[in-house]
């Protein structure tokens, strides 16, 4: 089945730091993926997404890039705030039509002034 | 009200309560879930509801109840839970079909079951 392994965290930067955040990806076909950020106390939100390989997802400064030949989604930021400090969550979905995510275990981020 | 709200944000209840999880969405979508959050593991689809029918119950037990009223509305009826069942749990909507399947999540009911 479909699955969605993340690097584990937690992970922990000072400001202005350059963030990466591994996912990579096992899936029949040609999945959607996606990027979720949970802060503190809410629920999940959408932060990026891309729809088919060699896509750029960006929002807020980060940007993940579909790469099919590595089976990977990593997510990158030059420049890391204290207000990005919380959950990201790697998914995907696939193109059956069974309205299924498959999410990752998450990786908590905590960023220092 | 916008987005997806659920009530209560915060839930405290014996093994022997009955009580209900409520969800409802303003985004004019036609599909519904039920995820459960437990520390340590990934998102866990409970339910998924599409143009109000289930469509997928992932082996979870009849202690949880599902209902779809109406495709803005959809609730999760406890009873008998266990201290195990403790837990964010998490409603989302989608517009099925849409591009990419991008769900709208709720902020969650933290259940705590005594």
């Known amino acids: 089945g479909d699955s969605v392994t993340q690097m584990e965290g937690p992970v922990t930067l000072s400001e202005e730091a350059f963030l990466t955040i591994n996912c990579t990806y096992t899936a029949t076909g040609y999945p959607s993926l996606f990027w979720y950020v949970q802060y503190p106390g809410e629920g999940l939100q959408l932060l990026l997404k891309?729809?088919?390989?060699?896509d750029k997802g960006s929002n807020k400064g980060f940007e993940a890039t579909y790469r099919k030949e590595t089976t990977s989604f990593h997510l990158e930021k030059g420049s890391v705030q204290v207000s990005d400090s919380a959950v990201y969550f790697c998914a995907l979905s696939d193109r059956s039509g069974n309205e299924k995510l498959t999410f990752g275990t998450g990786t908590r981020l905590t960023i220092i002034p | 009200e916008t987005g997806v709200t659920q009530t209560p944000r915060h839930l405290v209840m014996g093994m022997t309560n009955k009580k209900s999880l409520k969800c409802e969405q303003h985004l004019g979508h036609n599909a519904m879930y039920w995820y459960k959050q437990s520390a340590k593991k990934p998102l866990e689809l409970m339910f998924v509801?599409?143009?109000?029918?289930?469509?997928e119950n992932n082996s979870v037990p009849s202690r949880f109840s599902p209902e779809c009223p109406n495709s803005s509305h959809l609730f999760l009826h406890l009873h008998t839970l266990q201290p195990e069942d403790s837990a964010l749990y998490l409603c989302?909507?989608?517009?099925?079909?849409?591009?990419?399947?991008?769900?709208?999540f709720g902020p969650g009911t933290r259940l705590t079951v005594l």
């Open positions: 891309a729809t088919k390989a060699d």
């Open positions: 989302a909507s989608s517009h099925r079909g849409g591009p990419g399947n991008e769900q709208f």
């Open positions: 509801y599409s143009l109000e029918e289930r469509v």
